[in-house]
């Protein structure tokens, strides 16, 4: 079975551009929950998504937005980059909300120059 | 509160046992994890426990959980050149209707020959 799946792999920004990362979840699984890994550091959680409902959301600007659709993929979209948003963005996919143990995708790379 | 602490490294020699550990601050965490994290890679789940159990094996790794110090640990036996990777505990706390893990800064666990 395919584990989670995001895209692009990699990704070069400017400051001021917006970015879209997309996330496949675990064929099954209706959860998805974004997290940004900032080099040297753990991941801090942007958003989880069940249902295609907004469940919760961390301590990140308006900047940060999501949302899931019907087959259970999701996008994190960032407007306005800047350079503290480089960063690895982790997805992770779970069977249920609460708390359901969380399967994470590689990651895209996002530089913003 | 919520915040998580690991050290930073750790170096063992090839076939030793290594011990990672961490500790956190919310008693109303209910499942704690231990990820590993290959340079460029995304999370992989090694395993967890639950916080009404004391220790969980599951073939080379044993965890142990002291709730009242709020004390987790990893126990890699025979450690191999493939184990060298950054390790990760989490703790998954409820918020509101969702789940969110909150990670340590990551222990770096080199292997020597």
């Known amino acids: 079975d395919a584990g989670v799946t995001q895209s692009p792999t990699h990704l070069i920004k400017t400051r001021g551009q917006h970015v879209t990362l997309r996330c496949s979840p675990i064929?099954?699984?209706?959860?998805v929950s974004w997290y940004q890994q900032v080099l040297g550091q753990g991941p801090q959680f942007i958003f989880q998504?069940?249902?295609?409902?907004?469940?919760g959301r961390g301590n990140f600007p308006d900047r940060f937005s999501a949302r899931q659709f019907p087959n259970y993929s999701s996008e994190l979209n960032v407007n306005a980059l800047l350079l503290g948003d480089s960063a690895l963005y982790l997805c992770?996919?779970?069977?249920?909300?609460?708390?359901?143990?969380?399967?994470f995708g590689p990651g895209t790379r996002l530089l913003v120059l | 509160g919520e915040d998580v602490e690991q050290s930073l490294f750790l170096s063992v020699r090839e076939g030793d046992s290594s011990v990672i550990n961490c500790t956190y601050t919310?008693?109303?965490?209910?499942?704690l994890y231990w990820y590993k994290q290959e340079p460029g890679a995304g999370l992989q789940l090694l395993t967890y426990?639950?916080?009404?159990?004391d220790m969980k094996q599951d073939q080379r790794l044993t965890v142990l959980l002291n709730k009242k110090d709020k004390h987790l640990s990893l126990r890699i036996a025979d450690t191999q050149t493939g184990d060298s990777a950054i390790y990760f505990c989490?703790?998954?706390?409820?918020?509101?209707?969702?789940?969110?893990?909150?990670f340590g800064t990551g222990t770096r666990l080199q292997v020597t020959l």
């Open positions: 992770a996919s779970s069977s249920r909300t609460g708390l359901g143990t969380q399967y």
């Open positions: 064929s099954g699984h209706k959860s």
């Open positions: 998504y069940y249902e295609k409902e907004e469940r």
């Open positions: 919310d008693s109303s965490s209910t499942y």
């Open positions: 426990i639950f916080s009404n159990m």
């Open positions: 989490a703790e998954s706390m409820e918020a509101g209707t969702a789940s969110k893990l909150t």
